[in-house]
């Protein structure tokens, strides 16, 4: 993928200097209901393509939606756990605009009638807490999704011909419409991705959608502007369109926070427009450019009567609500007994569902914590991914945690074994024997190395034998490495005490 | 009526049946004389886009084999039908008069398609229509115009014209129409028949190819009351296919369109709609109506005069609503998918192939008609237009609820005039659109409505028709109102008014 120019960027800590912030993240979440928004294909990812449509999700003439009424219940739920006000009565609004993914050329959408409206939700940055409001969550159906093949870039212009797969289209989904966000400058991306995160959690403790993000099941747009400090009025916006790992979220608010101070501090103007995020070189490029806000001639759904959820219904559901995301942490926390503030550092990594399930698993909770903010964190930051997005599993990982209690893997030896289940070697098991990862916990062969060792550091062996075991290291060095790491070096270093006494 | 038993193209629909379920006639015989007619008259009248031969004669066969073993056969069994172009069946083609679609064979059949195949009638094929039944005179088919079997130089209106030329040209005893405006009530008029658009969400949408969803309603057409309701209590009914189905009872138009003929309107109160009257009323569309009136009167109705302001403002209001949603409706027609692809060469990109598709696809009333729906819609203009639209829409709600506090049922002629010349108001849009001025309110209050013939205008000896409008879920009535006039009228003509059509 190349970059037609280099963008000009300021300093982000000069940036803030001059510039205050503007954020609005708008996250749409895919439902995980059985069947789609408004028909009854089912909705399983990763069917063969056109394998999963009907009449009604193809567009076809004379074709009819019919509201799914599990996702309005996902949706109110949704809205209970955002502290928003539940419509009474509201309808569904064709967005119009046309696009060959697609099928009916208007997305079935809410428009001024939204389901929930008018919210929050906390998230916590660097120990301080911040309610980010939030607007409204509607609800809407996906599109199909384009696959765009030749050309350069991947997208639609200079490709030399387009896929459509349509079974996506029709899947029903919540768009979540923050209020303008503004925080402290410097911990604006942190507090964007804290919200992301902390909503992904809230999506999966509802049980409405597995919010995956490298599958598309949840999908993030960054509004942002700057303005001059002490300015009220807001500056121009850009949208960077589907950011969709919670770093690319801390990424391209970062990214554009640079981006906009560059062009206002040397005197440009922003253009508003749809931005794309790329991944591997962590810019935004510029997508459509919408100098006239894009008249999607919105009007009320004709087809669909208007959904009135009854206020017994609200309340009902408002009883199933699972324990806060935060409720739930502190009991975790107090579980695990860690800080509050460790916990946030275990949240904002994204890694909270991967040491509970590592713990689940059979691991210790400090284990399972150590392993996933510590190696696997700075794996999947160096890969520029989620930690959830590592190619292990949290069974497995509670495996290399199993073998190190048994004795059978140093710390060393388990990173190594870490290192190649991510490489795609296998199981925690085949690594270990396809790799010869065992402990050395034969003495016999340790003595021999030892021996080997003695012999060939005499000097030093003089010292110990006259009481200096300071100098027992530089053995147990040349024995852990001429058994390749492969021996537990407290036994090793008994094994020498012993045979130098 | 037509009871010569030699000729079954004459018959009723519910005499047919008759025959077919007593074994007087078989449903292969029926449907064979019916193919019959249409290959001698049908280059002259054009009523049909596709005839299905070959489907119809297997249903009538199973019709046949179903009373062979001794099954009850339904009151329409075996009966052939010609349904509007406009409702996809199944492996049919299915073009709503549109080249945009030439080619399309649906994959699923509408829910009437599929009510009626339930029910054993005959589809005998589908009928012109103008291009997605947006006209009045059925020349915007992309087809070329249906003509009307009383004067071939006239147009049978629209945009159901095929269906009711299909039943005067004793093509097909049933037909089935789609009323966003008055397309079923006026071609009704027109050709001296009867149509009946039912009430809002009765009849099933799912499979009615969309022009304006929240006006659309399917319903029967037929060359007489009763055979009209037969038809009725066929296509409708809940279906949970369509959300703005209504899921209560079918109200009982047959018994009502018995009750109707047997005892008349006595005690009916009946309203003349004071705003469809006076100038440019053609005089013997007045004529035909008021003695009408006065028939109906002299059977005990008692008659009032109702004033209803905001019919004024329908027409309008209509032409801002329905080119509103038509414009959303066929922006799926964009070559992707199915039918017509125009420029699919490799060089034009998505955006050009559906952009020279949808210009040459498309007929010049299609496009006028999206256009003005797209700038009705329009950011900054939605309130002027669609919004007040709306309002009006309400008004016209509130004065047929007043009007019905009143009168059990509102009555007026069904169109100002008769039918006029083939290519006449082609190039004068307005004058088109007038042609439903009187038809269009019930469509924007979602109410009932029906058109029985009233007799020929001494004029030009055009067949008048006189409109019946009920409140909603109240269909029953217009068939007891029209059943007691189509027979005060027979009896005082000696004749049904069909055996007044030129031989083909
Ligand atoms: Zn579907």
Avoid at chain 2, 71 to 89: I, N, Q, S, W, Y
Avoid at chain 2, 275 to 280: P, S
Wanted: aromatic share 6%; glycine share 10%; with cysteine.
């Amino acid at each position: 993928m190349s970059i037609a120019k280099t963008q000009e960027l300021l300093g982000f800590d000069e940036a803030l200097e001059r510039y205050d912030p503007v954020m609005g993240l708008e996250v749409h979440v895919e439902l995980g209901t059985n069947t789609k928004m408004f028909c009854s294909c089912p909705t399983e990812f990763g069917a063969a393509p056109n394998t999963q449509v009907c009449p009604t999700c193809l567009g076809l003439p004379g074709s009819l939606p019919v509201v799914n009424g599990a996702a309005v219940e996902g949706a109110i739920r949704i809205g209970l756990a955002l502290h928003c006000e539940i419509a009474q009565w509201c309808r569904f609004a064709r967005k119009n605009y046309f696009y060959p993914d697609m099928p009916k050329n208007f997305q079935t959408s809410q428009y001024d009638e939204p389901i929930s409206y008018n919210g929050y939700l906390d998230v916590e940055v660097d120990g301080r807490s911040f309610r980010i409001g939030i607007e409204r969550a509607h609800m809407e159906e996906d599109t199909g999704k384009s696959t765009h093949v030749g050309g350069a870039t991947g997208r639609i212009h200079g490709a030399d011909y387009s896929l459509v797969d349509y079974n996506r289209a029709g899947i029903p989904l919540i768009e979540i419409v923050t209020k303008p966000i503004e925080v402290p400058g410097h911990l604006a991306p942190a507090v964007a991705r804290a919200y992301v995160t902390e909503l992904r959690e809230l999506i999966r403790a509802l049980g409405v959608s597995e919010a995956r993000m490298e599958r598309g099941q949840m999908r993030c747009d960054v509004n942002l502007s700057l303005r001059p400090k002490g300015e009220t009025k807001f500056g121009t916006r850009s949208e960077t369109k589907n950011v969709n790992s919670l770093r690319s979220v801390e990424r391209a608010t970062r990214y554009e926070i640079q981006r906009h101070a560059a062009v206002l501090a040397s005197g440009g103007r922003i253009v508003q427009e749809t931005r794309h995020f790329h991944e591997n070189e962590g810019t935004t490029t510029s997508g459509r450019v919408k100098e006239e806000a894009e008249d999607y001639r919105y009007f009320p759904e004709p087809d669909l009567v208007p959904v009135a959820p009854s206020r017994e219904w609200v309340e009902q559901l408002r009883g199933t609500l699972p324990q806060s995301p935060t409720v739930h942490r502190r009991r975790l926390a107090a579980e695990w007994g860690i800080s509050e503030f460790d916990m946030q550092t275990v949240v904002n990594a994204g890694a909270l569902e991967q040491i509970v399930a590592t713990i689940d698993a059979g691991a210790p909770s400090d284990q399972a914590r150590k392993w996933w903010t510590g190696e696997l964190a700075r794996v999947a930051n160096e890969r520029g991914v989620d930690v959830g997005e590592l190619p292990i599993t949290p069974a497995q990982v509670a495996r290399v945690v199993g073998l190190i209690q048994g004795g059978e893997l140093t710390d060393k030896l388990a990173r190594q074994v870490v290192e190649g289940v991510l490489a795609g070697e296998g199981d925690p098991d085949a690594v270990v024997a396809a790799r010869g990862l065992k402990v050395v916990s034969d003495d016999s062969a340790l003595l021999a190395a030892i021996d080997a060792a003695i012999a060939a550091n005499a000097a030093v062996a003089e010292k110990i034998r006259a009481g200096n075991h300071a100098a027992v290291g530089v053995i147990i060095g040349a024995v852990m490495k001429s058994t390749r790491g492969q021996a537990d070096a407290a036994r090793v270093r008994e094994l020498v005490l012993g045979r130098l006494s | 009526m037509y009871a010569s038993g030699s000729d079954a193209i004459r018959r009723t629909a519910a005499d047919l049946a008759a025959a077919i379920a007593s074994g007087e006639l078989s449903a292969v015989e029926v449907t064979q004389a019916h193919l019959d007619r249409i290959a001698k008259v049908d280059d002259k009248v054009k009523a049909f886009l596709h005839v299905d031969a070959q489907g119809a004669l297997a249903a009538a066969a199973a019709v046949d084999a179903k009373r062979a073993k001794g099954e009850r056969l339904g009151p329409l069994a075996g009966v052939p039908l010609a349904l509007k172009d406009v409702f996809t069946t199944r492996g049919v083609p299915t073009t709503c008069g549109s080249r945009i679609l030439e080619g399309w064979l649906p994959p699923y059949d509408a829910t009437v398609a599929r009510r009626l195949r339930e029910a054993d009638v005959v589809i005998i094929g589908k009928t012109n229509m103008d291009e997605f039944a947006m006209g009045s005179s059925t020349e915007n088919s992309a087809y070329g115009p249906t003509r009307n079997p009383w004067d071939l130089e006239r147009v049978p209106g629209g945009s159901g014209g095929g269906s009711a030329a299909s039943l005067v040209a004793f093509e097909a005893p049933l037909a089935i129409g789609s009323d966003t405006g008055g397309s079923i009530r006026q071609p009704a008029a027109v050709t001296g028949t009867v149509g009946v658009k039912p009430t809002y969400g009765s009849v099933s949408r799912y499979g009615l190819v969309a022009f304006s969803s929240s006006l659309d309603q399917g319903g029967p057409c037929a060359r007489t009351v009763l055979d009209a309701a037969l038809l009725h209590e066929i296509i409708a009914g809940h279906d949970p296919l369509d959300s703005t189905s209504i899921d209560m009872p079918v109200p009982p138009v047959v018994a009502a369109a018995r009750r109707g003929a047997d005892e008349g309107v006595r005690g009916l109160r009946i309203g003349v709609v004071k705003q469809f009257d006076g100038e440019g009323y053609a005089p013997g569309v007045r004529q035909r109506f008021h003695e009408s009136v006065e028939l109906l009167a002299g059977l005990g109705a008692e008659v009032v005069e109702i004033d209803a302001p905001s019919f004024d403002h329908a027409l309008p209001a209509y032409y801002l609503i329905a080119p509103s949603e038509c414009s959303s409706n066929l922006a799926r027609f964009d070559a992707m998918r199915y039918g017509l692809r125009v420029g699919d060469d490799g060089v034009h990109s998505a955006e050009e192939v559906t952009a020279l598709t949808r210009e040459a696809g498309f007929g010049p009333e299609v496009k006028r008609r999206i256009m003005l729906g797209t700038y009705a819609l329009s950011s900054g203009y939605y309130d002027a237009y669609y919004g007040q639209a709306q309002k009006v829409r309400t008004l016209i709600i509130r004065d047929f609820e007043k009007a019905f506090e009143r009168v059990d049922v509102l009555v007026s002629p069904t169109t100002p005039t008769t039918a006029f010349k083939i290519g006449e108001r082609v190039d004068d849009p307005v004058s088109m659109y007038l042609a439903d001025l009187c038809t269009i309110p019930t469509n924007l209050a979602g109410n009932a409505g029906m058109s029985v013939p009233c007799g020929l205008a001494p004029e030009d000896g055009l067949p008048v028709g006189f409109q019946i409008l009920a409140p909603a879920l109240q269909d029953d009535r217009l068939y007891r109102v029209g059943a007691a006039l189509e027979a005060a009228l027979e009896d005082r003509w000696g004749h049904p008014i069909l055996e007044e059509v030129p031989a083909l």
